[in-house]
């Protein structure tokens, strides 16, 4: 029917059956088909056509629930076309197309285009351009492997959802899901698996979606049953300004672009997957996960992690807040010439990431985990986390005037070949900076040689600039450093302010032994636990209940003041003390059998037990 003319029926009544074309095609007229039975097979054309096919805002323009519709013989275009229009248009019927497209719908303003049977896709595509005012739901169930082709596209406007178990999206170059200035409907898109290899463009884009809800894969079983997207040029998954992204059982590989590029993406999902051996481009740029802004709240669970060019997960956020990121049960690494986890991020950005349970293993160019951050806060707790065979395991480092906050417990450091856990700040630190580090219950190295850090330190705290620092270092059991077990200084504060660095150290119950002292340039003698303050430093210093070796004769504790910093001791008899009286202090509060030594430029201060506070 083509021109001003009205086609309608009494509703479940009239049935169409056609052969060798399309049993309806409506251009440009009124139409409102409520039919019983609808068929068209081995149409050349479209087996279903409703161009500028007018039912009447909110009324009925087509609607089936038997029948099918079949276009098995090569035509170029859309099985089910509806462009234009207006009215409700529902489909329940299978649809089985192999050339052209399965659907494709565009250029609606309003109402609801609704599919409720199988459609089986081996053509060009479902495709939805410019449908913005419009509603678009599956919920049949979608089967598409398109080749070349996308499977699945959704573009400029409208509102769309895909429900279902078994939906599921295979390309080769194609982009196997779009959907890109169109918003997600509140019940989602639900694929069983999408998989796409090859090609230049990423398999999954999400871009500018909307809020009310996002895309979610399912997968069965182990990882792969989500779907592989791999071996392209780009991404393997792109997620710019979209939410609520769950990625099950999928793996995510060989791509020379990152993994996964998240930016401004809220509410992520990774779940029983594997990402690896992503990225052609170093320095950042890429990533086996690489994340901008990653916000709200986010789940990384029972993943592997490991072989990019880069880092296994690199974050640079510049504003907005990420309120958890908890990674559990994974593995990161290894990741040959980057970090396991990097977080670097600026401006107003806010960070909150917990890792429960799970490894970090041979990030052996740099570190296991990263911070550098110049955003306005991080928080990080880590608990139960095997980290192994990295360069440094933990670095945590701060911006000039960010605030950090980190726990790490009950968690084990192997074989690093610089320190295992780092703590360090940015020499423009200002007293604005606040630095609340516990470290608590974890265990530095084993029964083997080399076995803690083979070059440095079980734990080194360099406190530089005027940071505001509060550090409790308590119940770890550190062996087989190269160096002293536990090295704790304030530095690098004279810089002609009105502030000075501030650093509150509590070192309890630790126990320090089996110092190897045996890199290419062994020292012959070090301490087992070391302290100083420098330049201008304030620092106050509760310690008691270590026990500590050394090796060479030296003494298993020692104190160092220098210059005109301010070096304070729980304990200590109150008031300016000299050397010889701090170090029989280090003796007292230590473990029987404990040695002590300390150098003053000044003099050491004592003051009450309770002065020094803890994070």
Do not use: W
Not at 305 to 311: H, L, W
Not at 365 to 389: H, K, R
Not at 403 to 424: E, G, K, P, Q, Y
Not at 561 to 568: E, G, L, P, V, Y
């Amino acid at each position: 029917v083509v021109g001003e003319v009205m086609l309608a029926t009494m509703p479940g009544v009239a049935t169409i059956d056609s052969n060798g074309g399309a049993g309806v095609n409506i251009v440009g007229a009124s139409a409102n088909l409520p039919l019983a039975f609808y068929e068209s097979t081995n149409s050349t054309n479209n087996g279903l056509n409703l161009t500028n096919a007018f039912g009447g805002v909110g009324g009925t323009t087509f609607s089936v629930s038997s029948g099918l519709i079949s276009d098995p013989v090569g035509a170029s275009n859309a099985a089910v076309l509806v462009d234009g229009g207006n009215g409700n248009v529902t489909i329940g019927i299978p649809v089985t197309n192999n050339s052209g497209n399965a659907v494709a719908v565009s250029n609606r303003t309003g109402d609801t285009v609704s599919f409720s049977a199988q459609i089986t896709e081996t053509g060009s595509g479902l495709t939805h351009t410019t449908n913005t005012g419009a509603t678009i739901n599956y919920t049949g169930g979608i089967t598409a492997s398109t080749g070349t082709n996308g499977a699945f596209n959704a573009t400029g406007g409208g509102t769309i959802s895909v429900t279902g178990a078994a939906n599921t999206l295979t390309t080769t170059t194609g982009t196997a899901l779009n959907v890109a200035s169109t918003t997600i409907g509140a019940s989602g898109l639900t694929f069983l698996s999408i998989a796409s290899n090859g090609g230049a463009s990423a398999g999954i884009v999400l871009n500018s979606t909307g809020v009310s809800s996002g895309l979610t894969v399912t997968g069965t079983g182990g990882a792969g049953t989500g779907g592989t997207i791999q071996n392209k040029t780009g991404d393997g998954v792109s997620l710019q300004n979209t939410r609520f992204v769950s990625l099950s059982r999928m793996i995510i590989n060989n791509n020379d672009g990152s993994g996964i590029f998240g930016d401004d993406l809220t509410n992520f999902s990774l779940l029983d997957s594997t990402v690896s051996n992503n990225g052609d481009v170093g320095g950042g740029t890429e990533g086996d996960l690489r994340f901008n802004e990653l916000l709200g709240t986010s789940v990384i669970t029972n993943s592997l992690i490991f072989g990019g060019i880069a880092d296994g997960i690199r974050m640079t956020p510049a504003s907005g807040t990420l309120s958890s990121l908890t990674i559990s049960g994974s593995t990161i690494g290894p990741t040959p010439a980057g970090n396991g986890m990097a977080i670097v991020s600026s401006g107003t950005a806010v960070v909150n990431v917990t890792i429960n349970g799970g490894t970090v293993i041979r990030n052996s160019f740099a570190s296991g985990f990263l911070t550098t951050i110049n955003g306005t806060s991080l928080g990080v707790s880590v608990d139960a986390v095997t980290f192994q065979d990295n360069n440094i395991g933990f670095d945590l480092g701060n911006g000039v005037n960010s605030d950090v906050t980190a726990t790490v417990t009950n968690s084990t450091f192997l074989r690093h070949a610089s320190n295992a856990i780092n703590l360090v700040t940015d020499a423009g630190s200002t007293n604005a900076a606040a630095y609340r580090v516990t470290l608590n219950g974890n265990q530095i190295g084993d029964t083997n040689v080399d076995s803690g850090s083979m070059n440095t330190f079980g734990i080194a705290g360099d406190f530089r600039g005027d940071v505001d620092a509060v550090v409790s270092i308590s119940n770890n059991t550190i062996r087989h450093t190269d160096q002293e077990g536990i090295f704790i200084q304030g530095r690098l504060d004279n810089d002609a302010d009105a502030e000075v660095g501030l650093l509150d150290l509590t070192l309890r119950d630790n126990s320090v032994a089996n110092i190897d002292d045996n890199s290419a340039f062994p020292f012959g003698a070090l301490y087992g636990t070391r302290v100083e303050s420098r330049n201008t430093y304030n620092l106050c210093l509760d310690i008691f209940s270590n026990t500590s070796t050394s090796v060479g004769g030296l003494e298993h504790f020692r104190a160092r003041q220098r210059d005109t910093s301010t070096f304070r001791a729980e304990r200590l008899a109150l008031g300016s003390q000299n050397a010889a009286t701090m170090a029989s202090h280090l003796v007292a509060q230590n473990d029987a059998g404990s040695t002590g030594s300390a150098t003053v430029a000044t003099n050491f201060t004592g003051v009450a037990d309770g002065t020094c506070r803890t994070p």
